[in-house]
């Protein structure tokens, strides 16, 4: 059952992450041939995180009540099908309107993944959460990495129509969320017992304290890391002299492609080091390599980066694991990730944006590593998380 569990969440992923790369890449479209601002881009993004996040909360705690995590993650896989198909009509038209409609959709669509995914695994794995996530995370990385370039080929392959690309990838993203329907998966969702966190006031505040730091540590280190990516793909065309093909996809498949190692590593060191340890060296060093990459444009920089920045998901929620019972795990992630990583979604892109209109992209990029550093100075006053059982990663 762990391993059906574990395939099932890291196929979503892979599907959910990738889906996620069509809008920056799409970005780009829009500022270098529909001439769209980059504010209004910036905006765009800020909407798309901006329902997810209000979204997350809601859809979690509705599942928290009804144990049905697998069927409403697929659930969320499939509207993102529709979404897809949506943006890539708008694009079409050239319909502002629509486009608006489309990244909300989508933006919907994307706040039930990761709460949903790692409370199932955290529920499953229990103390070996930070692994299962990790190797579950990778996937989702896998999918980051693929989504560019596929994308872009078959973009390039049907004469550069969008319609006809959103219209593959959303099929693929429909079809990828039917076994999520039909599996049939009940989760232990009872209290645990064997938890070292107590129903008590002392510990119920030591856990809230906990989820707000970590929630503000990953809002500010959301504003660094989302403003950069949704705005990754036009940096590298207008900066560096990408061209807008195959080329450009193969850049950013080689820099996001660091994660699928870097996922299970990290999430099997925060088991074995520590989790908040962890995560606030991998805020400092995706600050510092996006810093180099911009002073020396090799893409080992930005591949380093990547092995940072898109390697949050194993460390941030199995740290919430930690911190909860398990039977809230799904409504905590959804705080911390619906909040503070979707949250800074809506500021990071709307800020680079802005300061990009005025400026330049490379400034924009630069400011916003300031609030990445701030990120990692927050973790050290993050609480260290009690131990938890652990159970066999497979069996």
Same mark, same amino acid.
């Given at each position: 059952?762990?391993?059906?569990?574990?395939?099932?969440?890291?196929?979503? #992923?892979?599907?959910?992450?990738?889906?996620?790369?069509?809008?920056?890449?799409?970005?780009?479209?829009?500022?270098?041939?529909?001439?769209?601002?980059?504010?209004?881009?910036?905006?765009? *993004?800020?909407?798309?995180?901006?329902?997810? /996040?209000?979204?997350?909360?809601?859809?979690?705690?509705?599942?928290?009540?009804?144990?049905? #995590? +697998?069927?409403?993650?697929?659930?969320?896989?499939?509207? &993102?099908? @529709?979404?897809?198909?949506?943006?890539? *009509?708008?694009?079409?038209?050239?319909?502002?309107?629509?486009? %608006?409609?489309?990244?909300?959709?989508?933006?919907?669509?994307? +706040?039930?993944? #990761?709460?949903?995914?790692?409370?199932?695994?955290?529920?499953?794995?229990?103390?070996?959460?930070?692994?299962?996530?990790?190797?579950?995370?990778?996937?989702?990385?896998?999918?980051?990495?693929?989504?560019?370039?596929?994308?872009?080929?078959?973009?390039?392959? @049907?004469?550069?129509?969008?319609?006809?690309?959103?219209?593959?990838?959303?099929?693929?993203? %429909?079809?990828?969320?039917?076994?999520?329907?039909?599996?049939?998966?009940?989760?232990?969702?009872?209290?645990?017992?064997?938890?070292?966190?107590?129903?008590?006031?002392?510990?119920?505040?030591?856990?809230?304290?906990?989820?707000?730091?970590?929630?503000?540590?990953?809002?500010?280190?959301?504003?660094?890391?989302?403003?950069?990516?949704?705005?990754?793909?036009?940096?590298?065309?207008?900066?560096?002299?990408?061209?807008?093909? $195959?080329?450009?996809?193969? +850049?950013?498949?080689?820099?996001?492609?660091?994660?699928?190692?870097?996922?299970?590593?990290?999430?099997?060191?925060?088991?074995? =080091?520590?989790?908040?340890?962890?995560?606030?060296?991998?805020?400092?060093?995706?600050?510092?390599?996006?810093?180099?990459?911009?002073?020396?444009?090799?893409?080992?920089?930005?591949?380093?980066?990547?092995?940072?920045?898109?390697?949050?998901?194993?460390?941030?929620?199995?740290?919430?694991?930690? @911190?909860?019972?398990?039977?809230?795990?799904?409504? /905590?992630?959804?705080? $911390? &990730?619906?909040?503070?990583?979707?949250?800074?979604?809506?500021?990071?892109?709307?800020?680079?944006?802005?300061?990009?209109?005025?400026?330049?992209?490379?400034?924009?990029?630069?400011?916003?590593?300031? $609030?990445?550093?701030?990120?990692?100075?927050? =973790?050290?006053?993050?609480?260290?998380?009690?131990?938890?059982?652990?159970?066999?990663? @497979?069996?």
């Amino acid at each position: 059952m762990k391993y059906k569990i574990l395939t099932l969440t890291s196929i979503s #992923h892979f599907i959910n992450d990738g889906n996620s790369w069509f809008l920056p890449v799409s970005f780009t479209f829009l500022i270098e041939y529909l001439d769209i601002s980059k504010f209004l881009v910036g905006v765009l *993004s800020g909407i798309f995180f901006g329902v997810s /996040a209000l979204a997350s909360p809601l859809v979690t705690r509705l599942v928290d009540r009804s144990n049905t #995590h +697998a069927r409403i993650m697929g659930l969320g896989i499939l509207l &993102w099908g @529709f979404g897809l198909i949506l943006f890539g *009509s708008s694009i079409s038209i050239n319909s502002l309107p629509l486009m %608006i409609l489309a990244v909300a959709i989508a933006g919907f669509s994307s +706040a039930f993944y #990761h709460p949903l995914g790692a409370a199932i695994l955290s529920i499953t794995y229990k103390g070996n959460a930070g692994t299962a996530l990790g190797i579950n995370g990778s996937m989702g990385s896998l999918g980051r990495a693929i989504y560019p370039t596929l994308m872009l080929a078959i973009f390039g392959f @049907f004469y550069r129509n969008m319609f006809l690309t959103s219209l593959i990838l959303g099929v693929i993203s %429909i079809l990828a969320s039917l076994p999520s329907f039909f599996a049939n998966i009940q989760l232990d969702t009872r209290k645990d017992d064997s938890a070292n966190i107590k129903s008590n006031t002392s510990n119920s505040s030591f856990s809230i304290v906990a989820i707000i730091l970590l929630t503000i540590s990953a809002l500010l280190r959301s504003i660094f890391t989302q403003g950069i990516s949704q705005f990754l793909p036009t940096l590298l065309v207008g900066s560096f002299d990408y061209s807008y093909s $195959v080329n450009l996809g193969e +850049a950013l498949s080689i820099a996001l492609s660091a994660a699928v190692v870097g996922q299970p590593i990290l999430g099997l060191l925060s088991d074995r =080091v520590g989790r908040r340890s962890i995560y606030g060296i991998s805020s400092v060093g995706a600050v510092i390599s996006f810093l180099l990459f911009l002073r020396i444009p090799n893409i080992v920089f930005l591949c380093i980066f990547g092995f940072f920045t898109f390697s949050a998901f194993p460390l941030m929620l199995s740290l919430v694991g930690d @911190f909860v019972p398990r039977n809230s795990t799904s409504f /905590a992630n959804s705080i $911390v &990730w619906g909040l503070g990583v979707t949250g800074g979604g809506v500021i990071g892109p709307i800020l680079m944006g802005s300061l990009s209109q005025v400026s330049n992209l490379i400034f924009a990029s630069e400011i916003l590593s300031i $609030v990445g550093v701030i990120s990692a100075l927050v =973790v050290p006053f993050i609480p260290k998380p009690p131990k938890k059982s652990k159970v066999p990663l @497979f069996g």
